[in-house]
């Protein structure tokens, strides 16, 4: 999955009923973005006008009519409202169906997709980090042996088999905002994923964490691909582009603003202070050369897929727009 430089579609679940997400997600790749990856969510961002579409069915559907892309998840949590069993039963069966196009983009998870699901508290980030290494373990043992007896602090399977797998294991990139998790990425996964929009010196650290984690397990962290998901709103009106952000004005919120929230109804009340700020967390322009020089900083952070989340309701626009004027520019710049 690592090498050469790929550019992805990030397919907002939260913005699009199923068929239309599909049918974007099949247009993003005839336009040549080579990623097609999925957002998990029980719940969206906003009550009135969100969706929430499974990412495991939808996945199956994209399996049976993308061609060429990868597909996979960022991110699914494999730890709370699913057993790690079962998503590897999941991923086994979706990398059958799309052999070496697949792969499991995982992270700690959010509260307002668990607990409604689990009717629990939330565990603290601690415990949800233990849970995700755990899960990792388990998956892998089930891709790769036979009648898995597994007892773990918080999963256990009893002489499980998994029947249908592929002959290479799915790759697994894993979620990071802070070290720790970088860090996990490194030991025990295949690729890292993170966000745009941060401090610059947050994706060294993280990249720093995740290299310290390789090599206290051994690894090669120059074998582990580096996933970013890059929130753009690119079109050649500015003042459509940055309107196009407000349906994603949850993003702008502060980590206290936004701190335990379940529900999509108090969500979207909260985002509704933060509307006219949404544009903040994307790069927004006009420009398709101020957009690479924009994106350029994450291409020399070593960053070699890129997702790019596209955030206005008209995707179709947004995407002939980003295809027709970015995409060239990156791949002469950048490859």
């Known amino acids: ?3 050469t430089r790929r550019y ?3 397919a907002s679940a939260e913005q699009f009923a199923p068929a239309e997400l599909l049918g974007l997600a099949l247009e993003a790749e005839r336009l040549g973005l080579e990623i097609l990856a999925i957002s998990d969510h029980f719940q969206p961002w906003r009550h ?9 069915p939808w996945l ?3 399996s049976a009519k993308a061609e060429r892309a990868t597909l996979g998840t960022s991110v699914l949590t494999p730890t709370l409202r699913y057993e790690p069993a079962i998503i590897a039963q999941a991923f086994a069966t979706l990398a059958c169906l799309a052999p070496g196009r697949v792969f499991l983009g995982i992270g700690t998870g959010e509260a307002m997709n668990e607990a409604p699901v689990t009717g629990a508290a939330f565990p603290p980030v601690k415990e949800r980090r233990r849970r995700l290494s755990e899960a990792v373990q388990l ?10 007896t597994f007892e773990g602090e918080y999963y256990r399977t009893e002489k499980a088999t998994i029947y249908d797998r592929p002959d290479e294991p799915v790759p697994i990139y894993i979620a990071a905002s802070g070290p720790l998790a970088a860090k996990l990425a490194g030991r025990a996964g295949d690729g890292l994923i993170v966000t745009s929009g941060k401090p610059p010196e947050l994706y060294e650290d993280l990249t720093a964490a995740m290299i310290e984690g390789a090599a206290k397990a051994g690894r090669d962290p120059e074998a ?7 929130k753009v709103s690119y079109d050649p ?4 582009a940055r309107e196009a952000c407000r349906p994603w004005a949850a993003l ?3 980590a206290d603003e936004k701190s335990g929230i379940e529900d999509p109804i108090e969500m979207e009340r909260a985002s509704e202070s933060a509307a006219d700020r949404a544009h903040t967390r994307f790069i927004v322009s006009a420009d398709p050369d101020e957009v690479v020089e924009q994106i350029a900083p994450y291409v020399a952070l070593g960053f070699s897929e890129l997702v790019f989340h596209l955030p206005g309701d008209d995707q179709r626009r947004q995407l002939a727009a980003f295809a027709g004027d970015v995409l060239p520019r990156l791949r002469e710049r950048f490859g």
């Not at 009135?48 to 495991?56: E, N, R, T």
């Not at 998956?139 to 898995?148: F, S, Y």
């Open 252 to 254: 702008a919120l502060s």
């Open 237 to 240: 009106d500015a003042e459509y």
């Open 139 to 148: 998956i892998r043992a089930l891709w790769t042996e036979e009648r898995v």
């Open 224 to 230: 582990l691909a580096r996933m970013i998901e890059v």
């Open 1 to 3: 999955m690592g090498g």
């Open 60 to 62: 199956g559907a994209l």
């Open 48 to 56: 009135h006008g969100g969706h929430s579409p499974a990412a495991l």
């Open 8 to 10: 992805g579609y990030k």
